[in-house]
């Protein structure tokens, strides 16, 4: 019985040295983006279990690399922020190994730490492009996207992608054209909509901006593409919208009938509690002087 | 049940001076300490780890700490019921309720004060309404005539006391020294005198007709909170005669159900006597068609049109998640005590406590229905937020600090009777002496 007691308590330790010793799992995930057919860059995802919940892992190098992982392929050295992300664009230096091919496999890796093991990530993508144009007769507007893959000598439509598509808020959430929340491409990569909005407050000079956006594909990563169009109701400002003494102003324009209704209440009310004080203070005083 | 009338001065005093806790006394408030202690180590948590460790999120921003303040404001209401409009209107038999009416009233609206500000999360940011305060903001309107309210009810419940006090300080055996300094840094001043009688009626009669329209208007103001705001469910230009109706109701169920209680535990069956139940009962009942029929107003309009927002809020009420709790209030707080109080047999003192009890729980209720159903079913709905926050049920902390505030509201109640005569002692032997010359 002791010396199974002190066998045990000889293996604790090392047990407790042999978990501590256990690297953590590292998942790293890559994201392709590319908005208005101009910009490219990628954005490196960093998690980790702790307590059965994925957590994100904040300051942790990441190296991107485009096709190969040596350092003429390198995109970039990325450090990750408090939400685990890192985002790389892609330099100009890499335009050749670029446009050599149409499809391309971005590579991230990450280095073996104390905590995380080394892990590596791949994202794989088609070259494409995605073109928006608006027509309107006056009552009906339409608006119809294009999405074209690079097949190696020419650009050709890529069907069923779906997207989000129509007017972009504020927020950065996508107030749909039509009636459905999102749009499939035909065979010929188009999609048509028509634009249902009426009435949409526009700028100063009506203008809205259309979006459409391609999420998450597997052969053409995340695209955007945005146009502006003279589609909403003009909004011109008012110079003196601020200066009025209304309900929704600032506490020093207030109304005045507000201010004289509020006044005269407090003080009517607050007037006869004081009033009321005194009366306390003057029975006080006759019971003083019948007592003397 | 013995008359009054048949009462010497000195019995009077012996019964209503105030008495010592006994073993259930101790009992009673011991339980009341540890709800509330347990109340303020959930409060703690919340300042220390922010408002997260609530359930309150985007969706559900007013929860249960905000059905408890307009619970609580509702029942405040009371006071000027039974103290206010029966005194101007001369209704000699509520005089023994007037006190418990006014204590109920007072420890009622210190605690929605607590609660608003426990509601805020960070305290300290209090008097950021006074110094960045709009008051085209109905919120600061509240802010104003709570504590108008408080003061005035406070001023109600110390004047008619003034003639109690200098009675307890006559009999120094029946309490302690600290007591007996209390009652004479409040009260020692007062002699007794005509003209200190005139001057103290009047200023009660003046307090009794300022504090009616400060009364109608704090609730007014508190439905105004939620009907200034274009939500379905509170977008009604009902809310105002909807909220005091049902604080009426409350208040007077809140009232019965404590007269039950000090008439059994501090022996009172002499004072608060089968007639006052009876009569209280047919207040009740009155209250409660009352508050059937404004409910009747808020539901069945916008049913009629069922708008789509409205018949969305409306069918979570009737037949949603919210319809064990919707029945529930409305059976209980309504519907049963309307139908055993039209008999007389209901009106008496145990059917009526167990009444008034339900109808303070299913005023509970009925305020947790009011506020958050709506805020789960807005007009516009937010995007892409989490899951949960689309559902609403309050944590542990928020359930501590809720109940916690409750006991506190009855550990002032307590205390004060521990202090104070519950029934005022100098008016009861002034209406026996006006009997007996009749």
Avoid at chain 2, 363 to 383: D, E, G, H, S
Wanted: proline share 4%.
């Amino acid at each position: 019985m002791l010396r199974a007691v002190t066998v045990l308590l000889l293996a604790v330790p090392s047990i407790a040295l042999a978990q501590d010793s256990v690297k953590k799992e590292l998942v790293l995930s890559l994201s392709y983006y590319m908005n208005n057919n101009r910009v490219v860059y990628i954005i490196a995802n960093t998690k980790t279990k702790i307590d059965k919940k994925f957590q994100p892992v904040a300051g942790l190098p990441v190296n991107i690399y485009l096709d190969a992982d040596s350092s003429g392929n390198l995109v970039e050295k990325l450090i990750t922020d408090n939400n685990g992300l890192a985002k790389a664009v892609l330099p100009p230096a890499l335009k050749a190994i670029w446009d050599a091919t149409s499809k391309h496999t971005f590579l991230g890796k990450t280095e073996a730490t104390k905590v995380y093991e080394s892990t590596t990530a791949e994202a794989s993508i088609s070259k494409s492009r995605i073109v928006i144009d608006t027509t309107s007769d006056g009552e009906t507007k339409t608006v119809s996207v294009k999405v074209k893959a690079f097949n190696g000598t020419d650009w050709v439509g890529v069907p069923d992608v779906e997207m989000k598509l129509g007017v972009s808020r504020i927020s950065g959430s996508i107030l749909s054209a039509g009636e459905g929340a999102t749009y499939t491409t035909d065979s010929l990569g188009e999609v048509t909509a028509e634009f249902k909005i009426i009435a949409l407050p526009g700028d100063e000079k009506g203008n809205i901006v259309l979006v459409a956006k391609v999420e998450e594909n597997e052969q053409l990563g995340n695209l955007t593409i945005e146009k502006t169009v003279p589609w909403g109701i003009a909004e011109k400002a008012d110079p003196g919208f601020f200066d009025q003494r209304t309900l929704w102003s600032t506490r020093f324009r207030t109304p005045l009938w507000l201010l004289f209704m509020a006044y005269s209440i407090v003080i009517g009310v607050w007037g006869t509690i004081i009033y009321l004080v005194f009366q306390i203070i003057k029975i006080k005083k006759l019971g003083t002087s019948s007592a003397s | 049940m013995k008359n009054p009338i048949a009462l010497t001065n000195e019995e009077i005093i012996s019964d209503l001076l105030p008495q010592k806790f006994g073993r259930r006394g101790m009992i009673w408030t011991g339980t009341l300490l540890f709800i509330a202690l347990v109340g303020l180590y959930a409060y703690y948590r919340q300042l220390r780890y922010g408002l997260v460790v609530t359930h309150m999120r985007d969706y559900a921003s007013w929860g249960i700490y905000i059905s408890n303040f307009v619970f609580f404001v509702a029942i405040s209401l009371v006071g000027s019921l039974i103290t206010a409009i029966f005194r101007l209107a001369n209704v000699k038999w509520a005089t023994p309720l007037t006190r418990i009416a006014e204590i109920i009233a007072v420890s009622a609206i210190v605690f929605a004060s607590i609660i608003i500000i426990v509601d805020m999360g960070r305290p300290e940011r209090f008097t950021n309404l006074f110094t960045h305060g709009r008051i085209q903001s109905p919120i600061m309107w509240d802010v104003i005539v709570i504590s108008t309210y408080f003061c005035i009810s406070l001023l109600l419940l110390y004047m008619p006391l003034l003639p109690d006090l200098k009675i307890m300080l006559r009999f120094k055996e029946t309490s302690t020294k600290a007591l007996q300094k209390l009652y004479k840094f409040q009260g020692s001043f007062w002699k007794g005198t005509a003209e200190q009688f005139k001057v103290s009626e009047k200023s009660i009669t003046i307090l009794c007709i300022a504090i009616i329209p400060v009364a109608f208007s704090i609730h007014t103001v508190t439905s105004w909170l939620f009907a200034t705001t274009y939500r379905p469910g509170w977008d009604s230009t009902n809310f105002g005669a909807y909220f005091i109706s049902g604080a009426f109701l409350v208040g007077s169920g809140g009232v019965v159900v404590a007269m039950y209680m000090f008439r059994k535990f501090y022996h009172l069956e002499k004072y608060i006597t089968e007639i006052h139940f009876e009569k209280m009962g047919r207040i009740v009942v009155l209250l409660c068609l009352l508050y059937l029929y404004f409910n009747i107003n808020e539901y069945m309009v916008p049913a009629f049109k069922m708008k789509k927002a409205e018949g969305a809020h409306l069918h979570e009420l009737f037949a949603g998640d919210f319809a064990i709790m919707f029945w529930f209030a409305i059976i209980t707080g309504l519907i049963i005590p309307i139908l055993v109080l039209l008999f007389k047999k209901g009106r008496r003192p145990l059917p009526m406590f167990i009444i008034g009890i339900m109808v303070v729980v299913g005023a509970w209720f009925k305020r947790y229905l009011i506020v958050t159903p709506t805020l789960l079913n807005p007009f516009l709905p937010m995007q892409e937020v989490p899951a949960s926050y689309h559902v609403y049920f309050p944590s542990w902390e928020e359930w501590a600090i809720a109940i916690g505030t409750l006991a506190g509201a009855l550990l002032v109640i307590t205390f004060f009777a521990r202090i104070y005569p519950i029934i005022p002692i100098q008016e009861t032997i002034t209406e026996q002496h006006e009997l007996e010359e009749k």
